[in-house]
């Protein structure tokens, strides 16, 4: 008995530290229980209000670029519409400066082809016909100098209708020559100062056989080289008569040519300014040449 009540007053206190041990442990467990409760809410609510946050920010941010994105896009449609209206009033301006500088240009052919024309018509019958003898039949020119219509064979020289013509057409094409280029200008140069040879050494050469090769004048076949191809000297030189045929057909072709590339407005070669360059220099010698020998017959005509 006595050992039943001791056991039960020793057991009595182990009972109550396991109570006090299981509610400590309880009451531990629901402070922690809470906290977390207390902090998963606290968290989700920051969480929530940072989403909204984000995407309000998101928001405001898109909105601003699709304003920037509008902004560009019409300041960009602007300036298309007004570099059109440039493009348009510069395409429009551009294509009236075309058509004027085309117009020039088909006046000018056009100049250049009727000087070419009155060079023909201003040359006397007797250059056709001494055109005909071959270099040892110049005696034949001898002959028909002694003819009584020889005067009217040659022509005027000094006359004042010689030097209008010839005046005004060479100021006429020099005042085209911007529009021309200096390779049809200089080929036309050369085709007038040639023919001119032929001209002034009829009405002013003395010696017969000089007058029908008037062509062996060195500044002549200067020319005559630098102007004509392999080929087209070749020919020139092969033929004992018909020189001034040659050399006006040839000239003729190479300014009809050049005409037409104008009108179609193709590039002149490199090639072609090198050699209008020769052209005009030789050119330029035999314009000196020719008015010395003007002056010469003009002083003794005075």
């Not at 004042?160 to 021309?180: C, G």
């Not at 037409?260 to 090639?271: D, L, R």
């Amino acid at each position: 008995m006595l050992k039943a009540l001791i056991t039960i007053i020793i057991s009595i206190p182990s009972a109550v530290l396991i109570t006090i041990g299981i509610f400590k442990f309880w009451f531990l467990e629901r402070i922690k229980r809470s906290v977390e409760f207390e902090y998963s809410k606290k968290l989700l609510d920051y969480k929530s209000k940072l989403d909204l946050d984000v995407e309000r920010l998101l928001h405001d941010y898109k909105s601003k670029l699709d304003l920037e994105a509008q902004r560009q896009l019409i300041e960009t449609r602007n300036n298309i519409e007004k570099n059109a209206i440039i493009q348009g009033v510069g395409n429009k301006a551009f294509e009236e400066i075309n058509k004027i500088s085309m117009e020039k240009k088909v006046g000018a052919v056009h100049v250049v082809w009727q000087a070419v024309i009155a060079l023909r018509t201003i040359f006397p019958p007797i250059a056709t016909l001494i055109d005909t003898f071959p270099r040892e039949q110049f005696g034949l020119y001898t002959a028909i100098k002694n003819s009584p219509n020889f005067d009217l064979l040659k022509g005027e020289v000094v006359g004042e209708q010689f030097k209008k013509t010839m005046s005004e057409k060479v100021n006429l094409v020099e005042e085209q020559r911007i529009y021309l280029g200096e390779y049809v200008w200089n080929l036309y140069h050369a085709l007038m100062t040639i023919m001119m040879s032929c001209y002034l050494a009829i009405h002013f050469e003395t010696d017969d056989e000089k007058v029908v090769t008037w062509y062996e004048n060195s500044l002549v076949k200067g020319l005559v080289e630098v102007i004509f191809s392999s080929e087209e000297l070749n020919r020139y030189q092969s033929r004992n008569a018909g020189k001034q045929t040659i050399i006006r057909d040839v000239l003729e072709r190479k300014i009809l040519e050049g005409l037409t590339q104008i009108i179609s407005s193709e590039k002149v070669t490199e090639e072609a300014l090198k050699q209008a360059e020769k052209i005009q220099e030789i050119a330029k010698k035999m314009d000196a040449q020719q008015a010395a020998q003007r002056a010469k017959v003009q002083v003794g005509v005075t």
